[in-house]
């Protein structure tokens, strides 16, 4: 029901009516401070639209930077795998060397017999001193091919499955026969200059220069075991 106000007749002549209840009613729509409320979904909308267009573009910008990045990464990663992969397809596994000692070994040798010591000649019990040197230095060269003839050995079995399943290059192919030819000739050079050093030497020559490497691997080893063990008691009693 509707509520009238009261009438007052102004001097002149004139009414007013008071309204009491207009005035109730209209603080349901202004808080304590006057100012009119605002709807929360018509805010967060406002904003929305609001947002300059060119952000979203910036982030899609540094999306797209960062997944290029990571995708060349892995590309290169991919290909250094493949070159890799081919490389040693090409035969460069392959490219061996015969160590320094065979030449020195050669130098010795042509001393010891210009002081007159002679090839097949038999040590006896006492050796010269040109024998041992000789002898010396063939063992060095044999001890330093270790390392080439254990490649070989270890690469011939693959080598020839692959050769033999068609899945080796031809350059591949051709490096591995050129490396196998090498060493199979350095290791019956060793035994023919091991026999004319000491009769029968050839027999056992190469299990001996494997052993021999075997015993310097684990000394050597054992050196830097014991190095490491200082430093870290060193290390120790500067901290202390």
Not at 72 to 77: A, D, G, H, M
Not at 123 to 142: D, T, V
Not at 145 to 153: A, C, F, G, S, Y
């Amino acid at each position: 029901m509707s509520t009238t106000g009261e009438a007052t007749v102004n001097p002149d002549g004139s009414t007013t009516f008071d309204d009491a209840g207009a005035d109730a009613n209209f603080d349901n729509t202004t808080d304590g401070s006057g100012i009119p409320n605002m709807d929360e979904e018509t805010t967060a909308e406002e904003i929305i639209k609001g947002t300059d267009p060119a952000l979203y573009l910036a982030i899609a910008v540094v999306c797209f930077a960062v997944i290029f990045v990571f995708i060349q990464i892995r590309k290169k990663r991919k290909s250094d795998e493949i070159d890799s992969f081919f490389s040693n397809l090409d035969g460069d596994k392959f490219n061996l060397q015969l160590p320094g000692s065979v030449d020195e070994y050669y130098e010795v040798k042509e001393k010891c017999e210009k002081a007159g010591w002679e090839p097949g000649q038999s040590s006896g019990a006492q050796p010269s001193p040109h024998h041992r040197a000789l002898a010396q230095a063939l063992m060095k060269r044999c001890i330093d091919d270790i390392p080439i003839v254990t490649h070989i050995q270890r690469e011939s079995p693959g080598m020839n499955k692959l050769y033999s399943q068609s899945m080796c290059s031809v350059k591949q192919w051709k490096s591995y026969q050129a490396a196998e030819a090498m060493v199979s000739a350095e290791v019956e050079e060793v035994r023919a200059e091991a026999d004319e050093i000491e009769p029968g030497w050839s027999q056992v020559i190469w299990r001996q220069a494997m052993q021999y490497s075997q015993m310097l691997k684990q000394k050597e080893e054992q050196a830097k075991k014991a190095q490491a063990e200082q430093q870290r008691a060193i290390a120790a009693q500067q901290a202390a």
